[in-house]
T-cell receptor
């Protein structure tokens, strides 16, 4: 059975304070690992798809990396508008993790 | 271009009733997936449709069903509502060849009393 865990559950950062979010997974066949961002009251917004270990993708202040068992979402010099819940998902049926609730304080 | 639209946005029902939710995908998208999101269970996959055929199904009881029309619009139905069905129901659409990049709608908030 596909499983996804994310850590930390919640993270508070000062503006400009870089950090990383973790997504650990067990999956029978990796179709891909997906990162989404979700703002309160809205549907998730697609960020990245990673398909193989060693792959990296960047978008503005975000950089996602993938190993055989986990993925990291690195946030460099975050701004308050980066505050959101970050979700990762794996597997054919998009098994989502519980998310990391990020708060960036000005 | 217009995003994924879902109607209604909010819905209140009582136990035992049934409900139908609607989703209009982004123009040109032919794959539609449905998810249930609750504070306790998070985001859970319900089913995925492509060209009017259900391709994948999550681990939900048969009370949850869906369908897709020839114009790619989709509906999901929940019969014999239970209190635990209260949730945000999200629809996501994707292109044929980029089906992994899903675009989500704003969701329908269902409250079962």
């Amino acid at each position: 059975e596909d499983q996804v865990t994310q850590s930390p559950e919640a993270l508070r950062l000062q503006e400009g304070e870089s950090s990383s979010l973790n997504c650990s997974y067990t999956v029978s066949g990796l179709r891909g690992l997906f990162w989404y961002r979700q703002d309160p009251g809205k549907g998730p917004e697609f960020l990245f798809t990673l398909y193989s270990a060693g792959e990296e993708k960047e978008k503005e202040r975000l950089k996602a990396t993938l190993t055989k068992k986990e993925s990291f979402l690195h946030i460099t010099a975050p701004k308050p508008e980066d505050s959101a819940t970050y979700l990762c998902a794996v597997g054919q049926n998009f098994v989502f993790g519980p998310g990391t609730r990020l708060s960036v304080l000005p | 271009k217009a995003g994924v639209t879902q109607t209604p946005r909010y819905l209140i029902k009582t136990r035992g009733q049934q409900v139908t939710l609607s989703c209009s995908p982004i123009s040109g998208h032919r794959s539609v997936s449905w998810y249930q999101q609750t504070p306790g269970q998070g985001l859970q996959f319900l089913f995925e449709y492509f060209s009017e055929t259900q391709r994948n199904k999550g681990n939900f009881p048969g009370r949850f069903s869906g369908r897709q029309f020839s114009n790619s619009r989709s509906e999901m139905n929940v019969s014999t509502l239970e209190l635990g069905d209260s949730a945000l129901y999200l629809c996501a659409s994707s292109l044929i060849y980029r089906e992994d990049e899903q675009f989500f709608g704003p969701g329908t908030r269902l409250t079962v009393l």
